[in-house]
């Protein structure tokens, strides 16, 4: 979708953002600290894996994004909604796009909603986009 709304002419810039929500934060998950499900090393691991996944998130999405506007790959870590809404302020952000998985509202209500906390936040609009189902007829 993003691609197909670029006007390389209109653009100065492309600021593609991947966050890393920590694992604690993570619903449903229990930290019993050091020493208790993850030592420190794994905990480490966990991270860094996490953290490689998004670069190659941000790389696979650049290469498909195929934009002639200069371009940046961002990785943070955080609340997801909140580095969204911060780094959007910091970078003069003129458009959000960004995916929903439509979960459904119990989902939202249990865990809360990204995109729904960035669309009431955030200091520019934002589009949020719904993957289409293709069905075989």
């Not at 050091?34 to 490689?52: F, H, I, M, N, R």
């Not at 002639?68 to 959000?96: F, K, M, N, W, Y």
Request: aromatic residues 4%.
């Amino acid at each position: 979708m993003a691609r197909d709304l670029l006007n390389p002419a209109a653009l100065s810039r492309v600021t593609i953002l991947a966050v890393v929500a920590p694992i604690n934060t993570m619903p449903f998950y229990t930290y019993a600290g050091y020493g208790g499900l993850l030592s420190q090393d794994a905990w480490d691991d966990v991270t860094a894996e996490a953290e490689k996944t998004a670069k190659d998130a941000l790389q696979r999405t650049m290469e498909e994004l195929g934009t002639t506007a200069p371009a940046e790959s961002v990785v943070r870590r955080g609340s997801p909604a909140d580095e969204i809404v911060q780094c959007a302020g910091e970078h003069g952000v003129g458009l959000i796009v960004m995916g929903s998985r439509g979960w459904g509202e119990m989902h939202a209500v249990l865990l809360g909603s990204v995109s729904e906390r960035v669309l009431h936040t955030a200091p520019c609009p934002v589009l949020i986009v719904r993957a289409t189902v293709t069905r075989a007829t």
